[in-house]
Nanobody, 115 residues
Framework: QVQLVESGGGLVQAGGSLRLSCAAS????????RGWYRQPPGKERELVAI???????NYADSVKGRFTISRDVAKNTVYLQMHSLKPEDTAVYYC?????????WGQGTQVTVSS
């Protein structure tokens, strides 16, 4: 089992920045991808950014150039640095991990961007 714990959400004005953190614990050996999804109010969950163990990254078009995903391997932590936040970025953000085809999710952290 893999446990994921997010932190760093909150309320920010449009144009501001936030950094989300996701710490992994448990049976973390073999995790091949880690990333972030989000679920805006009344909408389905969507990919924000993902990072593979091989170093590749992928971003949703809506966040390219504004969000950056990074890893601290020693701390088993993944970060999502968010700049130039927009009201449409308001959502519950979920940390994600894929280990040998099994998916793991964090509990979610709320990000609210006011206009």
């Amino acid at each position: 089992q893999v446990q994921l714990v997010e932190s760093g959400g909150g309320l920010v004005q449009a144009g501001g920045s936030l950094r989300l953190s996701c710490a992994a614990s448990g049976s973390i050996f073999g995790i091949r991808a880690r990333g972030w999804y989000r679920q805006p109010p009344g909408k389905e969950r969507e990919l924000v950014a993902i990072s593979t163990s091989g170093g590749g990254t992928n971003y949703a078009d809506s966040v390219k150039g504004r969000f950056t995903i990074s890893r601290d391997v020693a701390k088993n932590t993944v970060y999502l640095q968010m700049h130039s936040l927009k009201p449409e970025d308001t959502a519950v953000y979920y940390c994600y991990a894929n280990k040998l085809g099994l998916e793991y999710w964090g509990q979610g952290t709320q990000v609210t961007v006011s206009s």
